[in-house]
């Protein structure tokens, strides 16, 4: 049914102690352990497209085997359940031995295209790395990693999938908000689908005990499995790896700034070696634009993951893997060359990615016109706007939705609350914007509607190309709310309807609309709709 073909076990040293428990693992890279079985496994969502990507029949996909062998009860053949050995620094400090605390990876699917997939259970059980966790998630994390894991897949940006969430018939203590105010909630495991879950932190740990002969091996096993493009292993093969991470970690934080999510977690075990979104913990994508919001309760004093943040920290985040792979490059130069990579090539990204979200051609730099005047550049005009959205409270995802039917071939002029008109949705509170504020947005879209004229695009092309990139829907953290309270309820449907929503999240979708509107009042301040802590 499923074909394995583990190569990482095959090519990187496996831990010869099998016996489970907590423990400091080293000389090695992976750790076996088998998922721990659970009561009364129960699938209440599958992503149809990871199933047929690994292959999977469509009758097994709706039997209870599959139930069985996705909450982590059945082993098929040609698995090899380990968990990962890796470090990292968590807040800016380092952490030292982290590793699959309970995640854990059941093999290498090979699918009929030649594809690898690594395949693994989040939430099956205790590992030698849980330290003093037990290995468990619950239905909320699970359901949560589940759904955004698809919605960003969808939005076209790069992420891990998720094939399934499986609820296990078990309860799993869990202190939601840190407060001593620990109880019972539903436990389930998501299986979690990716090329690799090979992180910033597997490298780290190994140069952090100057274990450089293992530190080679996982490298050059790296390079020649997913990046043999950039030649056989060698000093400057490791610096063109470095700068290929770091361009592919700038596109991929310019496609969660265009959108407006915040990773919330962003230590360096959580930084994915192919540029993918990986570890789906307290995230959530902005309400009302507000730069500082961090959605982790853990990170609340000094937002050091905050959304304006998310650039300068995945630069961070970069040199510290530099320092990782300097005894393999031994060249300072070539490593900071490779790490300019991160910003150029973010800045071409976001520029890029910010003229798609206004409907124009591209963001022009300073120039002169034929008449020897300097023209104000497209930055101003993006500084100026961003600027607005944060003052008053306005919905980043419905503001670029409406802006698109705002109107460059009309005969309006009128620099008042009929320009605003098509916008005003966007207020949280539209009653209580000051009319300074408006006559401000006013004059900003007079200067976007000459700008528009400029390029000669018709309003048609425009909203047409706007609402390609400027999605209707992206998964709220008040609506995933929704779906767990309903789950945890015993209702799973929700769940698989936002599945189908999440889909299709540049179309209108009229009979889905709900899902599409401003936090409510009621979710402003409520636990999981809000800020999120890291408890699952």
Aim: charged share 25%; glycine share 8%; with cysteine.
């Amino acid at each position: 049914m499923l074909e394995f073909d583990n190569r990482a076990l095959r090519n990187l040293p496996i831990d010869p102690i099998e016996e489970n428990r907590i423990r400091e693992v080293h000389g090695a890279c992976f750790s076996r352990v088998r998922p721990t079985p659970v009561k009364k496994p129960r699938t209440l969502a599958v992503a149809a497209e990871v199933a047929e990507l690994l292959g999977l029949p469509v009758d097994f996909v709706g039997s209870s085997e599959f139930a069985d062998v996705f909450a982590g009860n059945r082993i098929l053949p040609g698995m090899e359940p380990v968990s990962a050995c890796y470090g990292g620094h968590q807040f800016g400090t380092w952490a030292g031995q982290l590793g699959d605390g309970r995640a854990i990876t059941l093999g290498e699917v090979r699918n009929g295209r030649g594809e690898h997939w690594e395949v693994q259970l989040k939430g099956a059980g205790p590992t030698p790395y849980s330290r003093r966790a037990d290995g468990r998630a619950v239905l909320r994390s699970s359901l949560r990693e589940f759904l955004c894991s698809e919605a960003m897949h969808h939005l076209g940006i790069p992420t891990t999938r998720a094939l399934c969430l499986v609820e296990t018939g078990e309860s799993v203590i869990r202190d939601l908000l840190y407060d001593g105010n620990a109880r019972p909630e539903p436990g389930a495991v998501v299986c979690r689908v990716a090329p690799t879950f090979l992180r910033f932190g597997n490298f780290e740990l190994l140069a952090r005990r100057d274990d450089v002969a293992l530190l080679e091996r996982l490298a050059s096993y790296t390079l020649r499995t997913y990046f043999p493009e950039l030649g056989e292993p060698s000093p400057k093969a490791y610096a063109a790896f470095l700068a290929e991470i770091s361009r592919r970690t700038a596109e991929l934080i310019a496609d969660w700034m265009s959108v407006g999510f915040v990773h919330g977690v962003l230590n360096t075990d959580n930084m994915s070696i192919l540029g993918l979104t990986i570890d789906y913990g307290p995230y959530g994508f902005l309400d009302d634009y507000s730069p500082a919001w961090t959605p982790n309760i853990t990170d609340a004093g000094g937002r050091r993951y905050r959304y304006e943040n998310q650039p300068a920290i995945g630069l961070w985040n970069l040199t510290r893997l530099a320092s990782a792979l300097h005894p393999l490059v031994g060249d300072v130069d070539a490593l900071q060359d490779a790490l300019r990579v991160y910003g150029n090539t973010f800045v071409a990204a976001e520029k890029q990615r910010t003229a798609r979200k206004l409907g124009l051609r591209e963001l022009r730099d300073d120039e002169l016109t034929p008449n020897g005047q300097l023209r104000i550049p497209d930055g101003a005009l993006v500084e100026d706007l961003f600027e607005l959205l944060a003052a008053v409270e306005t919905d980043m995802t419905i503001f670029f939705r409406c802006l698109a039917q705002v109107s460059a071939e009309s005969a309006t002029e009128a620099v008042d609350e009929t320009r605003i008109a098509p916008v005003l949705d966007a207020f949280y509170d539209p009653g209580a914007v000051p009319d300074e504020h408006k006559r401000k947005l006013a004059v900003w879209l007079e200067r976007y509607v000459a700008r528009v004229r400029e390029d000669g695009t018709t309003d048609s092309e425009r909203r047409h190309a706007m609402n390609a990139v400027n999605p209707k829907y992206v998964l709220r953290n008040y609506v995933a709310q929704l779906a767990i309270d309903r789950a945890e309820a015993g209702d799973a449907s929700l769940i698989v309807e936002l599945l189908d929503v999440l889909r299709h999240p540049f179309d209108e979708q009229p009979e889905h609309a709900r899902f599409a509107e401003k936090r409510p009042d009621w979710a402003r301040h409520k636990p999981g709709c809000s800020m999120l802590s890291c408890s699952s």
